[in-house]
Antibody
Framework: EVQLVESGGGLVQPGGSLRLSCAVS????????MDWVRRAPGKGLEWVGR??????????EYAASVKGRFTISRDDSKNSLYLQMNSLKTEDTAVYYC??????????????WGQGTLVTVSS | QSVLTQPPSASGTPGQRVTISCSGS????????VNWYQHLPGTAPKLLIF???QRPSGVPDRFSGSRSGTSASLAITGLQSVDETDYFC???????????FGGGTKLTVL
């Protein structure tokens, strides 16, 4: 059974940092690109960024709203994806989801998602 | 302001057919297939339609999708109360080099 479990969310002050983790099981993690997507209260889904796999040289992409502040990384040996968030702003408050990109499918095809972890940025 | 444009709301009575539109541009829908997601806040989003018009296993055939030019649409027939939630379209954007989502459509079953 495919499972994605996020952790690391919590309350942080503006300007602070937080590191989210996504532990996966039930599939070969190293075969897949993995993304972070968030949903702020009262807003829609927003793509945060992508971690490509070894075949794609572990490259990353980021949304303009987080570029330079957020860093996505992965550890294939631990079947885990990470999101390091620095210089947090109140508008980063959201539930953060990790999602699996379908292998060989379209680039926006996420077939499995985690339950999400809530990040609240407030003083 | 989302790159892909969806109506903020849609509604219908049980058994009716409703459609949700998704409008984009040549750099996203015009050059990439569209996927649709169903999301009830507090739960994991669910893939509803992939590659414009394909249903993952387990998704009822009441749901269908289409794409033409720089627009796409999701159709739901035989509307049920369980369909009352939020729907999002998504596509890859070549100019932004990332995934773009629609702003979401809240479906109400009257």
């Amino acid at each position: 059974e495919v499972q994605l479990v996020e952790s690391g969310g919590g309350l942080v002050q503006p300007g602070g940092s937080l590191r989210l983790s996504c532990a996966v099981s039930g599939f070969t993690f190293s075969d897949h690109k993995m993304d972070w997507v968030r949903r702020a209260p009262g807003k829609g889904l927003e793509w945060v960024g992508r971690s490509r796999n070894k075949v794609n040289s572990y490259t990353t992409e980021y949304a303009a709203s987080v570029k330079g502040r957020f860093t996505i990384s992965r550890d294939d040996s631990k079947n885990s994806l990470y999101l390091q968030m620095n210089s947090l702003k109140t508008e980063d408050t959201a539930v953060y989801y990790c999602a699996r990109v379908v292998k060989g499918g379209s680039y926006s095809n996420f077939d499995y998602w985690g339950q999400g972890t809530l990040v609240t940025v407030s003083s | 302001q989302s790159v892909l444009t969806q109506p903020p709301s849609a509604s219908g009575t049980p058994g009716q057919r409703v459609t949700i539109s998704c409008s984009g541009s040549s750099s996203n829908i015009g050059s990439s297939t569209v996927n649709w997601y169903q999301h009830l806040p507090g739960t994991a989003p669910k893939l509803l339609i992939f590659s414009d018009n394909q249903r993952p296993s387990g998704v009822p055939d009441r749901f269908s999708g289409s794409r033409s030019g720089t627009s796409a649409s999701l159709a739901i027939t035989g509307l049920q109360s369980v369909d009352e939630t939020d729907y999002f379209c998504a596509a890859w954007d070549d100019s932004l080099n990332g995934v773009v989502f629609g702003g979401g459509t809240k479906l109400t079953v009257l």
